[in-house]
């Protein structure tokens, strides 16, 4: 997976990445990620980026020049590019957007705004798609590109110790993640569940399932319209759901 971040702030996006996962993944060459500073693409002397917008109003708007001219440098160095913008008028971003993400051969540009917005020529002059991460506004794109980067990037193969890892946690599956016990066996009396510690991988495995479909079910109950379960499942899960409408009545 190959990313360039053009943003005003280098110094908000360099540190996450450089650490943990993605500063592995990158030195393994499984992720390549350039940082680019947008005022170095501004052609006057004041390397000006922003502007009063046409019509009045408050703040300043990102001018066109720069950011075209950072995308086209970029799009010389690494060929077929794809270009995300941050903005919370964007769709939102969820795992099979990472998934996607993780596989696109083109290099992703994400164009990091400030200020009031970006003049809307960027939108209408090249081929950009915005990308939400959620109903809320930031101070910037950056954050936003951040996280749409690491949850990308441990999907490439190769990122992620262990391939089981990715198969069983949330949102791969449609479901919850069953709780997750380690020693010591009693801490300050709550004790893992018996079952966990009887050596039996059939039975923990169909407890795990049964605490993923419950942890689903009293938290994220939408998420069981488009989870893959069994008959058997399926209606255990609503038994669950009655028992537990009763016993709150
Ligand atoms: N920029 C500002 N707010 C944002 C959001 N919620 N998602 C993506 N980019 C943003």
Redesign the pocket.
């Known amino acids: 997976m190959k990313c360039d971040i053009i943003t005003l702030f280098p110094e908000m996006v360099a540190p996450a990445l450089h650490e943990s996962m993605l500063k592995r993944a990158q030195e393994r060459r499984l992720l390549e990620i350039g940082i680019h500073q947008l005022r170095d693409y501004a052609a006057d002397k004041h390397h000006t980026t922003d502007d009063v917008p046409y019509g009045g109003g408050p703040g300043m708007v990102l001018k066109p020049d720069p950011i075209f001219a950072a995308v086209e440098k970029i799009r010389q160095e690494r060929g077929e590019i794809r270009i995300i913008m ?3 008028q ?1 769709a939102q ?1 969820n795992q099979t957007m990472a998934s996607a993400f993780s596989k696109e051969e083109r290099s992703l540009i994400f164009i990091c ?1 400030h200020y009031e917005g970006i003049d809307a020529r960027v939108r209408e002059g090249m081929s950009v798609e915005e ?11 950056e954050l ?1 590109a951040l996280v749409m980067i690491d949850a990308s990037a441990r999907l490439i193969p190769g990122v992620l110790g262990e391939p089981a890892s990715l198969e069983e946690e949330s949102f791969s599956s449609s479901l919850l993640e069953y709780p997750q016990y380690t020693r010591p066996v009693e801490f300050r009396g709550l004790r893992v569940p018996d079952i966990l510690l009887s050596g039996n991988h059939k039975t923990i495995r169909a407890w795990r399932k049964q605490q993923a479909l419950l942890n689903t079910l009293r938290k994220r109950p939408d998420l069981l319209a488009d989870a893959s379960l069994t008959e058997d499942e399926r209606e255990w899960v609503d038994q669950q759901h009655c028992d537990e409408i009763k016993s709150h009545s």
């Open positions: 941050p903005s919370p964007g971003f705004g990308v939400s991460i959620g109903d809320y506004i930031l101070t910037g794109g936003a």
